[in-house]
């Protein structure tokens, strides 16, 4: 199991931007396909992003594609998440965790617990 602190989290005018992080520990961080997740108020957790151990394969929810980049670094065990252009409904909680991709959808992986999260609010 993955214990993770995600970070970075803050208040933005639309069109800025934010770099999150998400530092893990517990297990070995680069065996895991990493993944970023965000809850907004009264709606479900969705999976936005999701990258393999050795960075070959990314993938991202059609609402976040092309403004938001996925990367990680192994060494550091430390996930990120450069994330631009931003826009009022990207104000969520943002997570990491273990992911998995089935079909079109990101999926959490065997998440027992989650991180406490940070929080993004973007004001128009």
């Known amino acids: 199991q993955v214990q993770v602190a995600e970070s970075g989290g803050g208040l933005v005018q639309a069109g800025g931007s934010l770099r999150l992080s998400c530092t893990a520990s517990g297990s070995a961080f680069d065996a895991f396909t990493m993944g970023w997740f965000r809850q907004a108020p009264g709606k479900e957790r969705e999976g936005i992003s999701c990258?393999?151990?050795?960075?070959?394969?990314?993938v991202y929810a059609d609402s976040v594609k092309g403004r938001f980049t996925i990367s990680r670094d192994n060494a550091k065990n430390t996930l990120y998440l450069q994330m631009t252009s931003l826009k009022p409904e990207d104000t969520a909680k943002y997570y990491c965790?273990?992911?998995?991709?089935?079909?079109?959808?990101?999926?959490?992986?065997?998440?027992?617990?989650w991180g406490q999260g940070t929080q993004v609010t973007v004001s128009s």
């Open positions: 965790a273990v992911c998995s991709v089935l079909g079109d959808t990101i999926r959490a992986a065997g998440v027992t617990r």
């Open positions: 990258i393999t151990r050795n960075s070959a394969s990314k």
